[in-house]
């Protein structure tokens, strides 16, 4: 019989103190997504859970941001957080690239060829769905701007560049392209893409109108199993804290698992616990809660 997750519910205003014991392995690292998990709607980290993580680092907790934004955009939270002076870690486009924070450096990236670009847009209908690429600090889009590549360049802080000829604007090799549309025909592109590409692409949701494509076999759970082992780590000492798809699989390789209260259904049904949601400082409460 299917027991579903321990629904252990963390509170934001409970008074736990960090001890790092617990029935396995002390947790070493704590692995975030960032929108609709660190951050609040309003794409900020409050002063509660910035408070709440620095003193964690002060206490030995490795932190890793691992998000499907690109590092660009991750960098200002890292700042925020102080990654630098506590040797943490980035994970940018749901896992294309690895970047410590100490350094400055980025130690490991995977990327699409750019010779697949011309592939990849003749594979995505331009009537029905829009085609997402990077260029420097830029995104880039095929055609007109729909309602959610205005999102994606609100949520980055970046500008968006509208392209009329995709594969002419995209030269160099993508970390990942996103495809947005109606949800309905973003599930049957999503299956198209992934056997078309079979061998070299993979592509999954993140968002019901946000389709990520990526380098074959990567995702945020399998740069950070790398990450660990660079580190010497193990999985066991890893919580994973996510709200949306791309996070799944991230969740299901910590040694512990904590989804939001606004997380996707699935997110949660996976989840060992379910803490405050984004908006009421649910990292803060899960790394009090459970750390």
């Known amino acids: 019989m299917n027991r579903g997750p321990k629904r252990l519910v963390c509170s934001a205003s409970a008074q736990y ?3 790092g014991k617990g029935s396995g392995p ?3 690292f704590l692995a975030t997504d960032l929108d609709g998990t660190l951050l609040t709607s309003e794409k900020r980290i409050t002063a509660h859970t910035k408070r709440i993580i620095i003193d964690a680092q002060n206490r030995g907790l490795t932190v890793i941001l691992a998000s499907g934004r690109p590092l660009y955009s991750i ?3 890292a700042k925020e957080l ?3 002076k506590h040797h943490g870690f980035i994970i940018a486009y749901n896992g294309g690239l690895i970047y410590d924070c100490a350094s400055g450096e980025t130690i490991c990236e995977y990327t699409i060829p750019a010779c697949m670009i011309p592939a990849l847009r003749a594979a995505v209908p331009c009537e029905a769905f829009r085609l997402h690429g990077y260029k420097g600090n830029s995104i880039v889009v095929q055609g007109e701007p729909d309602e959610w590549s205005n999102y994606i ?3 980055n802080k970046m500008p968006l560049l509208k392209a009329d000829d995709f594969v002419e604007a995209i030269v160099e090799p993508q970390h990942k392209c996103l495809v947005t549309g109606a949800p309905r025909r973003l599930w049957h592109l999503e299956k198209k893409i992934n056997r078309l590409f079979e061998s070299s692409l993979s592509a999954y949701r993140s968002e019901s109108f946000l389709l990520e494509v990526v380098p074959k076999g990567i995702d945020k759970a399998e740069s950070l199993r790398r990450l660990l082992t660079m580190l010497n780590g193990k999985t066991e000492e890893l919580l994973c804290c996510g709200d949306g798809y791309n996070d799944i699989n991230m ?5 512990l698992s904590c989804a939001t209260r606004n997380a996707k259904r699935p997110v949660k049904q996976i989840a060992d616990f379910i803490t405050e949601s984004n908006d009421c400082d649910g990292v803060a409460a899960a790394i009090r809660c459970l750390l």
């Open 17 to 19: 103190e960090w001890t």
């Open 26 to 28: 002390a947790i070493r």
């Open 75 to 77: 960098l200002p939270f």
């Open 82 to 84: 102080e990654l630098d």
């Open 153 to 155: 360049a609100r949520a």
């Open 251 to 255: 969740m299901q390789l910590g040694g």
